[in-house]
């Protein structure tokens, strides 16, 4: 039974540079890395990637878009906000500069069928809108066009935006918001969604499936003592929606490498500073850069070598 390769990409904002800047080294070592994938899966910046590679774009290419972009969306999209004349809180930034530019890399018209890849992309649905009152609820959303899919005269510039449509940073797009909310580590949706499309339902799969994930970079973060006896102020101050999502990266992590074992590969490195990048920190975009140029990538290169 043939190999079937997966290229997962975790969200993070600007930190998709790094990811970006990884696999830019990685072709020159594996030139064949990107075109032997067979299914791109990515989330927020992640889905970026994913579907600009599908579209035939470069590493390099997507290197400046974070580079060059970044900026744009998270600099003179601010919304300035006067509390004394009663304003109501809304998302930080409008969407309007990110929807330009996904639109002018990604092109208008194309569509998930155009794409020369398999790609998955998570985002969040809120509100299915099912005519029974009983089965309308919110629900994860993982567009692709694998076989079987509903989603294949989706225009791949929306799909970027929902993925991208991080809750407090950007509002949401036709109601769907960042599948960051639940696979910001697309592996585990990626590896499963795969298996079903491709209906393996006998051979050991860790035989068949190659997975390489991808992170752009984390910083060492812990809560000291041994109880917390707290409520959300100071959850939320202590890193709560890091803490979760932190937390699901770690289980998918966990969950991709007892599946597929040697045959996946985590590469997510730490960050040497001693604050969080935060998605929209697009000042530090050189900083990351610096970053991902200079990783030990010998170890993965290895992987590739053996396993790819």
């Known amino acids: 039974m043939e190999t079937y390769r997966i290229l997962a990409f975790d969200g993070g904002g600007v930190r998709g540079v790094v990811t970006a800047v990884l696999l830019e080294r990685l072709l020159r070592s594996a030139p064949n890395l990107i075109e032997a994938a067979d299914l791109l899966a990515g989330t927020s910046s992640g889905g970026i990637l994913a579907l600009g590679l599908a579209g035939g774009l470069s590493p390099a290419q997507l290197r400046r878009f974070f580079e060059t972009i970044g900026p744009e969306i998270f600099h003179h999209s601010r919304r300035v906000f006067d509390a004394e004349a009663g304003q109501a809180p809304a998302a930080r930034y409008d969407n309007e500069a990110l929807a330009r530019e996904l639109q002018r890399s990604l092109g208008e018209a194309v569509r998930l069928a155009d794409l020369?890849?398999?790609?998955?992309?998570?985002?969040?649905?809120?509100?299915?809108?099912?005519?029974?009152?009983?089965?309308?609820?919110?629900?994860?959303?993982?567009?692709?066009?694998?076989?079987?899919?509903?989603?294949?005269?989706?225009?791949?510039?929306?799909?970027?935006?929902?993925?991208?449509?991080?809750?407090?940073?950007?509002?949401?797009?036709?109601?769907?918001i960042d599948g960051g909310v639940y696979a910001n580590n697309p592996s585990l949706v990626a590896l499963t969604h795969a298996l079903g499309a491709r209906g393996e339902n006998s051979a050991p799969i860790q035989h068949n499936f190659r997975l390489l994930s991808l992170g752009n970079g984390t910083v060492a973060k812990h809560i000291p003592g041994s109880r917390h006896d707290w409520g959300c102020t100071q959850w939320l101050s202590a890193g709560l929606l890091d803490l979760i999502n932190d937390a699901g990266v770690a289980i998918t992590d966990l969950q991709c490498r007892q599946i597929l074992r040697e045959r996946y590969f985590r590469f997510a490195p730490q960050l040497p500073m001693d604050t969080q990048v935060m998605l929209d920190d697009s000042a530090r975009l050189p900083e990351l850069v610096d970053f991902a140029q200079r990783l030990d990538l010998s170890e993965l290169a290895s992987w590739i070598e053996v396993n790819w």
């Open 116 to 176: 020369r890849k398999q790609v998955l992309v998570p985002a969040f649905d809120l509100d299915n809108e099912a005519a029974d009152p009983a089965k309308r609820s919110w629900r994860p959303k993982l567009f692709h066009n694998l076989p079987g899919s509903d989603d294949a005269e989706r225009r791949i510039y929306h799909v970027a935006l929902y993925t991208s449509a991080a809750p407090t940073y950007f509002p949401s797009v036709d109601g769907f």
